[in-house]
């Protein structure tokens, strides 16, 4: 199971720090990622976390979005600062392969 939360209605520079829970059979030893889908658009990865910490993130997000990852508590996490209007979109975690069933995802929408 999946569960993301911390989205909202941020002003273009703003910042915004997501979470997404966990079931430890999903996080637990596996590369975890952040993934969203715009409007008309096809869902995109965003970042990714291995379970050693190492982390990739998409050009459009790097410098401005950090992944990170609390292992005891099988939680991911995106820190978005100087938002966008192009980052708006829902956004999902899941692993990096082999995907678990999504989740609802959270809206994120950066407008003035």
């Known amino acids: 199971q999946l569960v993301e939360s911390g989205g909202g209605l941020v002003q273009p520079g703003g910042s915004l720090r997501l979470s997404c829970a966990a079931s430890?059979?999903?996080?637990?030893?596996?590369?975890m990622g952040w993934y969203r889908q715009a409007p008309g658009k096809q869902r995109e990865w965003v970042a990714i976390?291995?379970?050693?910490?190492?982390?990739m993130y998409v050009d459009s997000v790097k410098g401005r979005f950090t992944i990170s990852r609390d292992n005891a508590k099988n939680t991911v996490y995106l820190q978005m600062n100087s938002l966008k209007p192009e980052d708006t979109a829902v956004y999902c975690c899941?692993?990096?392969?082999?995907?678990?069933?999504w989740g609802q995802g959270t809206q994120v929408t950066v407008s003035s």
């Open positions: 899941n692993k990096v392969t082999y995907f678990a069933p």
């Open positions: 430890g059979s999903i996080f637990s030893g596996n590369a």
């Open positions: 976390i291995t379970s050693g910490g190492y982390t």
